[in-house]
Nanobody, 119 residues
């Protein structure tokens, strides 16, 4: 019953910015922590950032200082503001609920949104 729909990806040049959105629907009342994940070609999926309902956040070292996760609980939406994008940020980005700020995603994967950073 839970569904996450990602949007906002695209093609940008190094140093550019994108803002990803993730809209949640369904029975999400028990999901208190949301995370953004990414999977690059040939690489394992990794956690990028997470945010709790209280506003507490956690970021991967690779994106710290460049990415900002936020949420609008009234709209059931979580965002990922990505600045100073690098080539290595290229990946399909997914959102999902997770059990802790350090990981443990639920099995509610959406289609993801492609982010391509290219010069």
């Amino acid at each position: 019953q839970v569904q996450f729909v990602e949007s906002g990806g695209g093609l940008v040049q190094p140093g550019g910015s994108l803002r990803l959105s993730c809209q949640a629907s369904g029975n999400i009342f028990s999901i208190f922590i949301m995370g953004w994940y990414r999977q690059a070609p040939g690489k394992q999926r990794e956690t990028v950032a997470a945010i709790a309902s209280s506003g507490s956040t956690n970021y991967a070292d690779s994106v710290k200082g460049r990415f900002t996760i936020s949420r609008d609980n009234a709209k059931n939406t979580v965002y990922l503001q990505m600045n100073s994008l690098k080539l290595e940020d290229t990946a399909v980005y997914y959102c999902n609920g997770q059990r802790t700020l350090w990981g443990g995603p639920y099995d509610y994967w959406g289609q993801g949104t492609q982010v391509t950073v290219s010069s």
